[in-house]
């Protein structure tokens, strides 16, 4: 599976919020990473290799050591957050389906790529599609 690289930034003037999801059924998120971040500390996730113009802002809602380094649960305060890490994570899809294309030869565009993608798995995601 093709990996992109994420990046989470500290977001030090982000105003303290109340999260407006039922706690028991908040929207969250996890990583690895290679540092630690204070609870409910707020995070603005990226992958720039897929695009500048889209992050979700997020808090950190567990942070706990491990051997690969911290295991950090992330929570959205809202839906509109949880939305823009889901465009990220189909951009993501669609660049791997692209590059798994472009290694079977095929001379599509990335958009004719995601046009075909999105016809094909579009009404399954987020369950990701199986393996080729």
């Known amino acids: 599976m093709h990996q ?5 930034t500290p977001i030090t003037d982000h ?3 109340t999260p407006t999801t039922n706690p028991k059924r908040e929207l ?18 990226r992958i720039p290799s897929i695009t500048d113009s889209i992050c979700a802002i997020t808090r950190v809602l567990a942070c706990n050591h491990t051997e ?14 949880a939305f823009q890490l889901r ?8 660049r791997h389906y692209h590059a798994q294309l472009q290694r079977d030869g ?3 565009s990335l958009n004719d790529a995601a ?6 798995f579009g009404d399954s995601f987020p369950s990701p599609p199986a393996s080729r």
Do not use: K
């Open 68 to 81: 690969q380094g911290y295991q950090l649960t992330l929570a959205f305060d809202d839906q509109n957050q």
């Open 87 to 94: 465009m990220l994570e189909q951009l993501c899809h669609i």
């Open 15 to 17: 105003p303290i919020s």
């Open 28 to 45: 969250l998120f996890q990583c690895v990473w290679p540092r630690a971040f204070g609870f409910n500390q707020h995070l603005r996730v």
């Open 115 to 120: 046009r075909n993608w999105i016809q094909q």
């Open 106 to 108: 095929s001379g599509l």
């Open 4 to 8: 992109f690289e994420l990046e989470l």
